[in-house]
Nanobody, 123 residues
Framework: QVQLVESGGGLVQTGGSLRLSCTAS????????MGWYRQAPGKQRELVAT???????NYADSVQGRFTISRDNAKNTVYLQMNSLEAEDTAVYFC?????????????????WGQGTQVTVSS
């Protein structure tokens, strides 16, 4: 059973920083792309940033230059360093990973999601 567990959310003032972590636990799997998404109250879930297994990154325009996504493949962990936080960054942040099981000869990847971690930026 594969699970994604996030940590690192919390309350921070405008201009502050937070670092989110998400670790995939279990056995017998490999991970393709990993990413962070967020959902603010009354809004749809939106992409924040993604990173491929080779390290290629992609960011939403709203966080470009402020957030940095990285991963440690040996630890099955993805990070999101968030700097210069703004009130508009307040949301529940979810990590996602494309995971395929070693027993599958077709290496079909399925999306797994974490439970979410709250980030609140106060002005």
């Amino acid at each position: 059973q594969v699970q994604l567990v996030e940590s690192g959310g919390g309350l921070v003032q405008t201009g502050g920083s937070l670092r989110l972590s998400c670790t995939a636990s279990g056995s017998g799997f490999s991970i393709n792309a990993m990413g962070w998404y967020r959902q603010a109250p009354g809004k749809q879930r939106e992409l924040v940033a993604t990173i491929t297994s080779g390290g290629t990154t992609n960011y939403a325009d709203s966080v470009q230059g402020r957030f940095t996504i990285s991963r440690d493949n040996a630890k099955n962990t993805v990070y999101l360093q968030m700097n210069s936080l703004e009130a508009e960054d307040t949301a529940v942040y979810f990590c996602s990973a494309g995971i395929w099981k070693w027993g599958d000869p077709y290496r079909r990847a399925y999306d797994y999601w974490g439970q979410g971690t709250q980030v609140t930026v106060s002005s």
